[in-house]
């Protein structure tokens, strides 16, 4: 028996990067899957993959910010495999390509960066929650980011968000605690994945001279600590923001 064998786990944009990385380490570990992504066929693929090593994995293609796919993946979870155990809130997103400076940023993009790195998540939150307090164990996990300890010019919105998930994990974890149901934020660093390699190559020579451990970060990096905190390992850790940056900063 494996450490989360007979749990289900639920991880929002689950097709790439991070969260794909966090699907398959859970999966490893025992749990089976519930994915929902965007991109159908990333997703299909990645649910195929999780089939072949014996994990039940439904995939639900589809937007996290829209309440009908919400409702959609939940249904599906308890119909094909039963309650959400574990969920994995890692949806999320800048929108640095639409203006580079706050100051020529407009209200419609930073709505659009809150509601995905930030409400999502909160929905994702409020409709997990009752089962896990009624079952007396779940755990919660928020996909923040170091930005919102540090600051990123050009992500202020971005930013308020990811900071806003701390201050949500922190209520929550206090609200859900007497009930075996812990709440975390897990704060990337610069990870290597789609959405960092982009990045101009004197940026991002600039990013890892900034690193003390003198490299990027990989989806596996993150998606330990998120299997960890899944685990028993993580039954006494609630309420907590965890950096996994290389020791960018250090707290
Ligand atoms: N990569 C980094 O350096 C880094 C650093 C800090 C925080 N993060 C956070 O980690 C999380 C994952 O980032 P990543 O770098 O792995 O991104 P990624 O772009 O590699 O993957 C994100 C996945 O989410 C899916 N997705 C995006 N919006 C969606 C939506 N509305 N509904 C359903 N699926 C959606 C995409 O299709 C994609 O498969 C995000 O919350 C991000 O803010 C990443």
Redesign the pocket.
């Known amino acids: 028996m494996t450490s989360l064998a007979g749990k289900i786990a639920m991880v929002?944009?689950?097709?790439?990067?991070?969260?794909?990385k966090c699907a398959c380490l859970l999966a490893d570990e025992g749990a089976d899957l519930v994915l929902?992504?965007?991109?159908d066929e990333?997703?299909e693929a990645l649910a195929a993959e999780l089939d072949r090593q014996d994990c039940n994995a439904v995939a639900i293609a589809?937007?996290?910010?829209e309440d009908e796919?919400l409702e959609r993946a939940f249904e599906a979870a308890e119909a094909r495999l039963g309650a959400v155990d574990i969920l994995v809130n890692?949806?999320?997103?800048?929108a640095r390509e639409r203006a580079d400076e706050f100051v020529g940023s407009d209200p419609a993009t930073w709505r659009f960066v809150l509601e995905?790195?930030l409400m999502?998540s909160m929905r994702f939150a409020r409709r997990a929650a009752p089962a896990m307090r009624e079952r007396g164990w779940g755990r919660i996990i928020n996909?923040?980011?170091?930005?919102a300890l540090a600051g990123d010019a050009g992500l202020a919105d971005?930013a308020a968000a990811?900071s806003g998930l701390l201050g949500f994990t922190r209520s929550l974890a206090r609200e859900l605690a007497p009930h075996g149901v812990t709440v975390n934020a897990v704060?990337?660093?610069?990870?290597?994945?789609?959405?960092?390699e982009q990045m101009a190559p004197d940026i991002m020579a600039r990013v890892v001279r900034g690193i003390p451990m003198a490299r990027?970060?990989e989806?596996e990096d993150?998606a330990r600590l998120v299997a960890f905190l899944a685990g028993e390992g993580g039954r006494y850790i609630t309420g907590q923001t965890l950096l996994v940056d290389g020791g960018r900063w250090m707290l």
């Open positions: 929002t944009g689950a097709a790439n990067g991070i969260g794909r929902i992504d965007l991109e990333a997703l589809g937007d996290c910010r796919i890692n949806v999320g997103q800048s995905v790195s999502t996909m923040s980011s170091d930005a971005y990811k704060c990337p660093g610069a990870i290597r994945t789609r959405a960092t990027m970060g989806p993150v």
